[in-house]
Nanobody, 119 residues
């Protein structure tokens, strides 16, 4: 079955950096667009970054452009989110997501990894 397992979250000071990883299994990873979403307490889940399946095209929320970088390694079936210049407002649970085969609609989610930005 499809599995998405996030790791790499933690507590970091403002201005710090983290790299999140999402290890996947149970599907042909290279054929699917992937994404990172986040959800802060009391807020709706929001898209942070997406990456296409083959050409690696990317898209970012305005709030993270220039600070976050999504990437994928199709040999390891893993998608990453490199975050630099972290701000307190980046504090949230971060989720890895696999889209459906034919649209950018979320189909599967990981369990999430917590990112807390605080001094």
């Amino acid at each position: 079955q499809v599995q998405l397992v996030e790791s790499g979250g933690g507590l970091v000071q403002p201005g710090g950096s983290l790299r999140l990883s999402c290890a996947t299994s149970g599907f042909a990873f290279r054929n699917y667009a992937m994404a990172w979403y986040r959800q802060a307490p009391g807020k709706e889940r929001e898209s942070v970054a997406t990456i296409g399946p083959s050409d690696g095209s990317t898209d970012y929320a305005d709030s993270v452009k220039g600070r976050f970088t999504i990437s994928r390694d199709n040999t390891k079936n893993t998608v990453y989110l490199r975050m630099v210049g972290l701000r307190p407002e980046d504090t949230a649970m971060y989720y890895c997501c696999r889209f459906t085969p034919t649209s950018l609609a979320p189909a599967y989610w990981g369990q999430g990894t917590q990112v807390t930005v605080s001094s």
